[in-house]
């Protein structure tokens, strides 16, 4: 199984962006999927996790970033919305997937989109 992030970029301060992540190959299962995000030299911050019902989103990005998925096409975007220059970081996508049923669930990674925010 792979997560393909896509969508980042250079936007002004105030602007928006829509990431979206994909996951492709062989797999059972995503029970849940969420961003994170980390900038040069520092440690990875978590953004916003999607699952089975529920949204939850990082004190920091709450009211401007909208998490969302569609299981059909094993996608999770993140809408990003008022930016600042605080947000100019590498975005990763997480899933926990099983790739097999009766598997256990595991992290999967992809390889990070770079956004940024221009003041």
């Known amino acids: 199984v792979q997560l393909v992030e896509s969508g980042g970029g250079l936007v002004q301060s105030g602007g928006s962006l829509r990431l979206s992540c994909a996951a492709s190959?062989?797999?059972?299962?995503?029970?849940?999927m969420g961003w994170y995000r980390q900038a040069p030299g520092k440690g990875r911050e978590w953004v916003a996790t999607v699952s089975t019902g529920s949204t939850n989103y990082a004190d920091s990005v709450e009211g401007r970033f909208t998490i969302s998925r569609d299981n059909d096409k094993n996608t999770v975007y993140l809408e990003m919305n008022s930016l600042t220059p605080e947000d100019t970081d590498v975005y990763y996508c997480?899933?926990?997937?099983?790739?097999?049923?009766?598997?256990?669930?595991?992290?999967?990674w992809g390889q990070g989109t770079l956004v940024t925010v221009s003041s």
């Open positions: 190959g062989t797999f059972f299962d995503i029970s849940s």
């Open positions: 997480k899933g926990l997937v099983a790739v097999y049923p009766g598997y256990e669930y595991r992290d999967v």
